[in-house]
Structure formats: C-alpha cells, structure tokens
C-alpha cells in the first residue's frame, strides 16, 4: 500500500521499491479476454472521419471529472475503473446525470475474478469484465473506507447500476488518439509508473527513457480522456488516482512521444470503454452547449 504521507515527488522511487504497492497486479494480467477484442479498436477508429465533426475544439478538459483519491489502499484499478463508467453513463444522459460508482465494489469484486486475496491489486482483464459484463453499483452501496476492509463484500456491493456498452482493445497512439478525439469514451489503462510520470507539473514528456528494463517502476492503473494541444501536438489528458497533489489538480497532459513509449511497452494493456452501440464522431456543438451551460 502506498504510505499516505508520501509527498507525490517521492511516489516512483517508492514504486521502483515497491512494484506490488500501486495496485495493478500486472504480474497476473491474464489478457486472454482483453485478447479477444483483437485488433477491433483499429476497425472501430478507422471507421470516423475524422474532422467531420462541427466545431472541433482545440482543448477538451471536463471539469466535472471527479478527481480520485486511493489513499493507503492499492486500489487503482477500480478508482480508474468507475471513473470510465461514470464518464461513460454521463455521456450517455448527454450531461443530464452524474453518479460515483462504487469504487471498493470494483476492485474487490475484480480482484475476487482474478483470484487475489488481500490488497493486492486487480487485473485489466477483470476490470474490462466487470464494466462490460458485471456492472458498477453506486457508491452509497459500498462506501470507500479509509483502510482496506479485507476481502468480504457486501451483497449490496453486487448491484448493478450501470453497464459499459463496449470495449475495444488499443494498441497503438493513432487508434489511442482517434478514441479520444472523436470522443468514443474514456481510455482504461495499465501501464509502467516511472519516475518520468513524476517529472513536471502539468505533462508527463516522455515516459521510460534510457532506463528500458523491467525492473524500473510499479504498475499502475489510470484513466485517459480529453486533450489540449501545445506546439508538439495533441495531448491526450491522465486522470491520476493519487488526489489533487499530484500533477496540475490530478492529472496531466502526455506528450506523443511519452505516449507512444508507454503504448509500445510490453506490459502496457490500453482498453477504450464506450457507451456506444457502434462507432460515432461526437457533434462537438453539443460540448460547447455543455461547457456554456457549465458556467452559468
């Protein structure tokens, strides 16, 4: 577990140390799920226009996203998990609702599919399960506790509220970027955490560097969704589960370099979530209606 007075410059050394504490188990990712969606994200993106959207914004940053806090507990996966349902539903309603889901109920319930007893983490593969298959109960059903309860849930923890539609494994940055920017959904991914992602305040600019070795840094579980644009390109937006110190408020842009590192990384498994039935460019008037609407 991640000591919780650990000042955030200091968390990819205590990674390096102490790979089992961010909460991805990615040691016991199974993939043969997640395999399963083949290379159906190239499919899915390649079949957007792209550009054939109105009014395309330069920057897409919602502000609504609830910025996550895991504390002590190795929880990432199912903090970044309900974080992609709650964007995923709300864009569903078009803006009209915005529930927490049951961070705890998605990470002991995926974490009881992958086998693992204790605060150990969870795998990608029971986290693409359990927003497709299983289905995310709301917060209230199982609040998030300040310290790992141990490993039995509560029968209301079982509810289901809300589904992901689809899920489409990504595999490399055009089909990472044409996700986001024609707004398909949030990004599920676990990925290296190396001191890299530490560096700077608001973008993470590249990702391994010279140190190329396994043994550098913890996995960890995160969120990709939204963008803003500088003079090196676009650059999709991270949702940390590490609170509002770490990062500009939580999150950070990723450069494409850094991005197309941590996508070629062996260890790295990218799963696109979608309300959608099937693929469609997002009428972006539509977000800038919303974002009007927002400031009122």
């Given at each position: 577990?991640?000591?919780?007075?650990?000042?955030?410059?200091?968390?990819?050394?205590?990674?390096?140390?102490?790979?089992?504490?961010?909460?991805?188990?990615?040691?016991?990712?199974?993939?043969?799920?997640?395999?399963?969606?083949?290379?159906?994200?190239?499919?899915?993106?390649?079949?957007?226009?792209?550009?054939?959207?109105?009014?395309?914004?330069?920057?897409?940053?919602?502000?609504?996203?609830?910025?996550?806090?895991?504390?002590?507990?190795?929880?990432?996966?199912?903090?970044?998990?309900?974080?992609?349902?709650?964007?995923?539903?709300?864009?569903?309603?078009?803006?009209?609702?915005?529930?927490?889901?049951?961070?705890?109920?998605?990470?002991?319930?995926?974490?009881?599919?992958?086998?693992?007893?204790?605060?150990?983490?969870?795998?990608?593969?029971?986290?693409?399960?359990?927003?497709?298959?299983?289905?995310?109960?709301?917060?209230?059903?199982?609040?998030?506790?300040?310290?790992?309860?141990?490993?039995?849930?509560?029968p209301q923890a079982f509810g289901?509220?809300?589904?992901?539609?689809?899920?489409?494994?990504?595999?490399?940055?055009?089909?990472?970027?044409?996700?986001?920017?024609?707004?398909q959904g949030p990004i599920f991914?676990?990925?290296?955490?190396?001191?890299?992602?530490?560096?700077?305040?608001?973008?993470?600019?590249?990702?391994?560097?010279?140190?190329?070795?396994?043994?550098?840094?913890?996995?960890?579980?995160?969120?990709?969704?939204?963008?803003?644009?500088?003079?090196?390109?676009?650059?999709?937006?991270?949702?940390?589960?590490?609170?509002?110190?770490?990062?500009?408020?939580?999150?950070?842009?990723?450069?494409?370099?850094?991005?197309?590192?941590?996508l070629a990384d062996r260890i790295?498994?990218?799963?696109?979530?979608?309300?959608?039935?099937?693929?469609?460019?997002?009428?972006?008037?539509?977000?800038?209606?919303?974002?009007?609407?927002?400031?009122?």
């Amino acid at each position: 577990m991640i000591p919780t007075d650990i000042r955030p410059e200091e968390l990819h050394l205590y990674l390096h140390q102490h790979p089992e504490a961010s909460g991805w188990a990615w040691t016991r990712e199974n993939h043969v799920n997640i395999d399963r969606l083949g290379d159906a994200a190239t499919t899915w993106c390649n079949a957007l226009p792209m550009g054939s959207s109105t009014g395309h914004p330069a920057e897409f940053l919602p502000t609504w996203i609830k910025i996550e806090d895991q504390g002590p507990i190795s929880s990432c996966g199912g903090n970044s998990l309900t974080s992609c349902g709650e964007v995923c539903e709300r864009n569903e309603h078009r803006g009209s609702q915005y529930r927490q889901f049951s961070r705890m109920a998605a990470y002991q319930i995926s974490k009881r599919r992958d086998g693992i007893r204790g605060d150990g983490g969870m795998t990608i593969d029971s986290g693409v399960w359990y927003a497709t298959q299983h289905g995310f109960a709301l917060e209230a059903d199982y609040p998030y506790p300040a310290r790992f309860p141990g490993d039995n849930i509560p029968p209301q923890a079982f509810g289901k509220e809300f589904t992901v539609e689809n899920a489409r494994r990504i595999r490399d940055v055009a089909s990472f970027m044409q996700w986001l920017t024609t707004n398909q959904g949030p990004i599920f991914i676990g990925m290296r955490w190396t001191k890299w992602c530490d560096n700077e305040r608001d973008f993470i600019r590249t990702f391994l560097g010279p140190q190329r070795n396994d043994q550098h840094g913890g996995g960890h579980a995160v969120m990709f969704y939204g963008w803003t644009t500088n003079n090196v390109g676009v650059c999709p937006i991270v949702w940390n589960s590490w609170s509002t110190r770490w990062g500009n408020q939580g999150r950070k842009a990723v450069f494409p370099l850094a991005l197309q590192e941590m996508l070629a990384d062996r260890i790295t498994t990218a799963v696109g979530f979608t309300w959608r039935r099937k693929p469609e460019p997002e009428n972006w008037s539509f977000w800038q209606n919303f974002q009007d609407w927002m400031k009122r």
